[in-house]
Every structure is written in structure tokens, then in C-alpha cells.
């Protein structure tokens, strides 16, 4: 793994890193509406991302297969949102205040940090299998695409950093404690990614499998997790602005690096 592939992978946890650090100058809690403003900003990158980083790229190397081209790109999509529903269901885990996943004994903080970490884990297979398609030589995958990649969700990263971050402080915890647990749920995103590089240059010939996996996993997070975050409570467009801006930005950092 070449050094250009070691920073891409690291841009995202350094970017969950940066908005952890927020719990240092930002009061106890983070008001509903800027969550829903950050949760609507999310979907849409991750949504942008799924698509023109990731599906495209699966059916664009599925071509051959001619009419059935398709099937890469639904197998996986399907599998990764398959995968991620499993995740959801065996982790015991808390969601808009709900406690999620099988009954245990784990404290209410520990399971806030492992709703970010359940999150976190797709975002790495993303950037990872993105820069596995280009390690193998794809034509049709850049390192300026896979940076562009990184760098979205990175950008992305950093309210999550800071959403996670403020609910433990507002638990009671040390800033310092927070701050490294925040750390260490955007920890398992470069791990995330280094082993989906290893598996997706194991087995090239499943690289468009691996691509829409990531995107179907992606996108269970946005249905599941942040577009109910987005629309709960009192009506308000902000989320849905926020959804435009991300999916935008996401876009134009694809098309333009890639």
C-alpha cells in the first residue's frame, strides 16, 4: 500500500478527528435544528458519493456483460444494504434516543459511540474499494477521483465529529475522555478501508460488486439513520437544504477531481 493510498484512507478519520476536537470550544449540546441542518448535509454526500463515486463506476466495469451489466451493481447494492441491516440489528446501539439492537448491559455512552462507529464503517469501505479500482488499473477510476472520494467525506466528517462528541459531553464526561472516544469511532474508517483494499485486490473480477456494496451500505445509513434525523419534530426545510448543498458539493468535488 503506497504512501498516496495511506493518506487518502486517513483523510476521513482526520476529518472525525478535527469535529471530535470541537467538544473543546462548543457549549453541551448541539441544538436540534443544526442537527438536522448537519444530518441533511451528510445524506446528500453520502448520496452523491453512492452514486458518482461508487454505482457508476460498478456498472461502467460491468459493460461487458452487455445487457446484463446491471447485475453487478444490484447484487451488490443489495448485499451491502443487507450487511449493513445485520450490523444494525446484532450491535447494541442508541438512535434518536432509542435503544437499538439486542438488550445488554453496555452503558448508555458506549452505545452512543457505537451508533457512530456502526455509521463510520461504510464511509471507509467507500474509500477504500474506490481506491482498490484504481490500484488495479481501472481506466475509469482516478486517484483524483478516490482523493475527491476522501475528501467529501472527510468534509462531511467533521459535524458527525462534533455531533457525536457534544451528546457524551452531555452525558457528564471529560472533554478530554470525549474527545477520544470521538476519535476512536473514526477509527475503524481507515481500518475499514485498508481491509476492503485487500479484499477488492485479492479478487479484482468482484471490484464492481465491492463498489456497489459500499453504496448500498452507504445508503442504508441515510434511510435508516440520518433522513429520520433530518425530518423529526416540527417541519422545517432546513435539513432539505442542507441535502442539496452536500449532494452538490459531493457532485462537483467528483466531476472536477475526477
Do not use: C
Amino acid at each position: 500500500m503506497n504512501t498516496e493510498v495511506i493518506f487518502g484512507i486517513l483523510i476521513p478519520f482526520i476529518g472525525t478527528s478535527l469535529g471530535a476536537a470541537m467538544v473543546f470550544f462548543l457549549r453541551r449540546q448541539i441544538s436540534r435544528g443544526l442537527q438536522k441542518v448537519l444530518a441533511g448535509f451528510a445524506s446528500g454526500v453520502m448520496v452523491a458519493a453512492s452514486f458518482w463515486s461508487l454505482l457508476q463506476p460498478a456498472l461502467e466495469g460491468s459493460e461487458g456483460m452487455g445487457k446484463l451489466s446491471f447485475i453487478p451493481a444490484a447484487v451488490g447494492f443489495l448485499i451491502g444494504i443487507g450487511f449493513l441491516l445485520l450490523l444494525d440489528v446484532a450491535i447494541p446501539h442508541i438512535h434518536m434516543d432509542n435503544m437499538e439492537g439486542p438488550k445488554s448491559g453496555l452503558k448508555r455512552t458506549t452505545k452512543l459511540i457505537l451508533a457512530v462507529t456502526l455509521h463510520n464503517i461504510p464511509e471507509g469501505m467507500a474509500v477504500g474499494v474506490v481506491y482498490a479500482g484504481w490500484l488495479s488499473g481501472r481506466s475509469d477510476i482516478s486517484s483524483a477521483a478516490a482523493l475527491a472520494l476522501a475528501i467529501g467525506i472527510a468534509i462531511q466528517n467533521f459535524p458527525e465529529g462534533a455531533i457525536v462528541s457534544m451528546p457524551l459531553r452531555a452525558e457528564g464526561m471529560s472533554k478530554g475522555k470525549t474527545f477520544l472516544y470521538g476519535v476512536l469511532s473514526g477509527a475503524v474508517e481507515p481500518l475499514a478501508a485498508a481491509l476492503t483494499i485487500l479484499v477488492s485486490s485479492a479478487v479484482v473480477p468482484v471490484l464492481p460488486y465491492m463498489l456497489s456494496f459500499a453504496a448500498g451500505a452507504m445508503m442504508y445509513v441515510v434511510v435508516e439513520e440520518l433522513i429520520p434525523e433530518m425530518s423529526e419534530g416540527k417541519h422545517s426545510n432546513a435539513g432539505t437544504i442542507a441535502f442539496a448543498v452536500g449532494f452538490v458539493l459531493m457532485m462537483i468535488l467528483d466531476v472536477a477531481l475526477g
